[in-house]
């Protein structure tokens, strides 16, 4: 009986959806999060009667045929990547990106990671780096004489020193974009890795080729409307359901058969 296994797909299936949306719930508070969502692909077909097989020796043919599906898969888990609100927290080092494009960080292997949260600190040598420590590319120092920290929209970082009257250009924040971000890996801590998917990057100054400007004291939040998550729980879950009932209804009429005499 074919509805058994098509059942058992469909609760794998909503199983999953659950666990993709309950992970965009977990993070609606996380700075930079994008929303995921799970799409879904019928399963290949059991043809009975192909479509278009002769029917008769006058050379008819069978129109649409007898084609049993044998249930869902899942086919991606793909990433939104809409424009999250920007709140202001006037910590002059948080730094957020209205439009496209990613933060770049460097690694400890080397590597470049790329990220949309922009609540940067300083260590203990005076660079810019990330809440984990990373230091941002390209690096740029603030010295510990600093009074004053100011970043443009297009990503220039000047300070001002204590007994200076004019400010002193110390970097530039460039943001990376990729032709397909939804293709990047994510690795956690809020970073994501380049992929063969997501292309390579290109680089350019915030406002440029198309890319986001910055705000400084500003981080931009999560864009998970909790509103949509909640009726896509409700969803799922209700679709959880029916596959269990189509598996009980199933093994009702398997009973039936083996109490026949």
């Known amino acids: 009986m074919r509805s058994l296994d098509i059942g058992a797909t469909g609760m794998m299936a909503q199983q999953l959806n659950v666990d993709v ?49 044998l249930g869902v898969k899942t086919g991606a888990v793909y990433r939104t990547n809409g424009q999250g609100a920007i709140t202001i927290t006037e910590n002059d080092l ?27 600190q300083v260590n203990e ?18 010295p510990s004489d600093a009074v004053d920290v100011n970043i443009n929209a297009q990503g220039l970082v000047q300070i001002k020193i204590q007994s200076q009257t004019t400010v002193t250009d110390i970097g530039q924040i460039e943001l990376a974009d990729f032709i397909n971000p939804a293709g990047l890996e994510a690795i956690g801590g809020n970073l994501f890795r380049e992929t063969t998917a997501s292309g390579s990057p290109t680089t350019a100054t915030p406002g440029t080729d ?15 409307d909790v509103v949509s ?17 189509v598996i009980s209804t199933s093994d009702e009429m398997l009973q039936t058969l083996t109490q026949l005499r």
């Not at 948080?94 to 940067?120: C, E, H, K, L």
């Not at 040598?125 to 603030?142: F, H, K, L, S």
């Not at 998550?229 to 009932?245: D, G, K, W």
């Open 21 to 69: 949306i309950s992970n965009n719930i977990a993070n609606m508070t996380t700075s930079g999060y994008k929303r995921q969502r799970a799409a879904f692909q019928d399963l290949i077909y059991q043809n009975l009667d192909r479509p278009g097989t002769t029917s008769s020796d006058a050379g008819t043919t069978v129109p649409s045929g007898i084609q049993i599906g």
């Open 229 to 245: 998550e909640i009726t896509s729980l409700i969803t799922a879950q209700r679709a959880y359901e029916m596959n269990s009932n």
């Open 210 to 224: 198309q890319l986001g400007t910055l705000q400084q004291g500003a981080i931009e939040t999560s864009n998970v």
């Open 94 to 120: 948080d730094v957020a990106i209205s439009g496209r494009g990613y933060f770049q960080v460097q690694m400890p292997d080397g590597s470049i990671a790329y990220t949309r949260d922009g609540t940067f």
């Open 125 to 142: 040598n005076g660079e810019i780096v990330t809440t984990q420590g990373y230091i941002i590319d390209p690096g740029m120092t603030i």
